[in-house]
């Protein structure tokens, strides 16, 4: 989504940030699974080790951010959910559905279900986004319409959308504890530990894979949008139905109900994903904090994941009715948010793999050393960079 946006506003002037801050934020993600292979436990215990100051900061960040970001997720989904369905006529009630449905598939505790359906649902959305690409770039881009202007980039307007960008691409620093937590439910599920670099090259092959997506759907939203003189709706199924257009325009409409069947598959994966992490996260740091006992789990606990599903779920659905129709001011508010947690979270994970609490031999490379000190002071700049814009203007 905010790639399309950003296209349609800025065209590939925005494609070389796109491409920064997927690299720097690479190494962030990457020490999640680092971490759990390497010491069997979340990197979210580790922020125990840190002190638990760091372990409260974590948990306060997690809730300030949790329902703007299930929100706006959910939100969207809802809008591919009516117009694949053609059902805008249910309202507030569609996404009520979802959040139902996701909510149960959850609470049933079917973990490999979950990691079964998001592989399944990547393999068609890395299909239909690489010909529509490819399709894309053989009718190459369409010509302004007269009277064109294009958006200014460097102003209080332009950055704040820079930033909302950023937030997610490809998603937010803070969900690199959901990897561990990943990690080792996979682990749990299979009866099986591999081995560190088997870790780390499923993490990284999938990490450049999302990276090229990410550069597709830039070029797709320039090709297609960029000079056409329209405005991306705000409303979500008239959004919803907008980006499938983009799909349609280019490998033609036939392929109309695979790509709204596709975009509404991969949009769902992403609520189910993002209800099961907060809910492992947050139980997992109550665990800790308020458990006496230094262990893997406690059993005192068991019932909390299901009661942070139906927490989460209804406090997501209080922000979408509160926002209504402004589904860009959703998006953006729960973006520009994750950006501004992301130096907090990146400096934690640094300090846990490159420390006293990981072995030498499980620590990442001097490069990705030096790659983490870079995106730690990208991150940290922009969100400065943020504040003062915001408060100037």
Request: some cysteine.
């Amino acid at each position: 989504m905010q790639s399309t946006r950003a296209d349609a506003d800025f065209s590939l002037l925005i494609l070389g940030f796109v491409i920064i801050v997927t690299l720097l934020k690479y190494p962030f993600f990457e020490y999640g699974s680092r971490y759990a292979n390497s010491t069997q436990t979340s990197i979210i215990d580790g922020y125990k080790k840190l002190g638990k100051p760091a372990l409260w900061l974590y948990f306060l960040l997690t809730i300030a951010s949790m329902f703007f970001v299930t929100g706006a997720v959910g939100f969207v989904a809802a809008g591919f959910f009516e117009n694949l369905f053609g059902i805008d006529f249910l309202g507030e009630w569609s996404i009520i559905i979802l959040f139902a449905i996701c909510v149960s598939i959850l609470a049933v505790g079917k973990y490999h279900i979950l990691d079964s359906l998001i592989k399944i649902i990547v393999i068609v959305l890395v299909i239909s986004t690489v010909s529509a690409f490819l399709f894309a770039l053989y009718n190459g881009p369409i010509e302004p319409v007269e009277g064109f202007v294009p958006k200014e980039l460097w102003n209080a307007s332009g950055i704040f959308f820079l930033l909302a960008l950023m937030g997610w691409m490809p998603t937010a620093v803070d969900l690199s504890s959901w990897n561990s937590l990943w990690t080792l439910e996979r682990m749990k599920q299979t009866n099986y530990k591999p081995k560190l670099k088997e870790t780390l090259f499923e993490f990284r092959l999938t990490y450049f894979i999302t990276g090229i997506l990410a550069v597709m759907f830039v070029t797709l939203g320039s090709f297609i949008f960029y000079g056409s003189g329209e405005d991306l709706p705000n409303n979500n199924s008239l959004f919803a139905n907008k980006v499938v257009t983009l799909y349609t325009q280019t490998i033609g409409d036939w392929s109309y109900i695979i790509i709204a069947a596709s975009a509404f598959t991969v949009v769902f994966s992403i609520i189910i994903a993002v209800l099961d992490g907060y809910s492992r996260s947050l139980k997992r740091t109550i665990e800790l904090l308020f458990s006496k006992k230094e262990q893997k789990t406690s059993p005192k606990f068991n019932k909390l994941y299901v009661i942070f599903l139906f927490v989460i779920a209804i406090g997501a659905l209080t922000i979408i009715f509160q926002f209504e129709n402004n589904l860009k001011e959703l998006v953006d508010f729960a973006t520009v948010l994750s950006f501004l947690i992301a130096p907090v979270i990146a400096v934690f994970n640094f300090r846990l793999v490159t420390g006293k609490h990981l072995p030498k031999d499980s620590q990442p490379s001097m490069l990705l050393k030096l790659l983490s000190f870079a995106g730690i002071i990208f991150l940290s700049g922009f969100a400065i960079v943020f504040i003062i814009t915001r408060f100037q203007f």
